[in-house]
């Protein structure tokens, strides 16, 4: 399983665009990229997944450049209940278990 | 649908008791996963199933933790004897496709 590296925190204000990136120097061919999001007591919420390039959803944009090292889910103009944890996962296509890392722990004030 | 529904919502038991978990996935899952979070080490898998056989559980102390699922629809995460640092929040999450899990809403369990 390709080990993913991402920020123990970061912080910022409502209305900003935020941008959390993962290193997975180590992806294989058949790895796709998932984000989830992890409010305080509750359990994780898938947010996004993507293999290559550009992802868009009605949540956050997902960038993955060309080699795939590294990925950066972006959140456009955020708001205070985005304050949440972040997973950056890497796992094989199909009937592979996902690793959950420490996860990045974003605070968003006003 | 209702989501992944999980009982109990809180369980506080004495060390060396039994303790049994409940999970009902979403219907039409295949895939059904049991977590267990703490401060300390963050989110766990402990065992996974796909069409309710286990997959991978090398995540779960086996002298003491056993997970089932005997029906499609059911799955039971036990432990017996309880101890103090099995106290955490163990989630339960089923999925059709492995990445896009949906997530219970845990059980929290304290062993005194």
């Known amino acids: 399983l390709a080990k993913t590296t991402q920020p123990i925190s970061m912080d910022s204000y409502e209305g900003q665009e935020v941008n959390i990136t993962c290193s997975h120097n180590?992806?294989?061919?058949?790895?796709?990229i998932t984000w989830y999001q992890q409010f305080p007591s509750q359990g994780p919420r898938f947010i996004i997944q993507g293999y290559k390039t550009k992802v868009t959803n009605e949540v956050a944009s997902l960038f993955i450049p060309a080699d795939r090292k590294s990925s950066t889910l972006s959140l456009p103009r955020v708001s205070l209940s985005d304050t949440a944890v972040y997973y950056c996962l890497v796992a094989e296509g199909a009937g592979t278990a996902l690793i959950f890392g420490k996860g990045t722990t974003l605070s968003v004030s006003s | 649908d209702a989501g992944v529904i999980q009982s109990p919502r809180h369980e506080v038991t004495e060390m060396g008791q039994e303790v049994t978990l409940r999970c009902k996935p979403i219907s039409g899952h295949d895939y059904l996963f049991w977590y267990r979070q703490t401060m300390m080490q963050g989110l766990e898998l402990l065992v996974y199933f796909n069409n309710k056989a286990v997959m991978d559980d090398s995540g779960m102390p086996k002298d003491r933790f056993s997970a089932k699922m005997p029906n499609a629809s059911f799955s039971t995460l036990k432990i017996q004897p309880s101890e103090p640092r099995d106290s955490a929040v163990y989630f339960c999450a089923s999925s059709s496709r492995v990445h896009e899990q949906f997530f219970g809403p845990g059980t929290r369990l304290t062993v005194l």
């Open positions: 180590n992806i294989a061919t058949n790895d796709y």
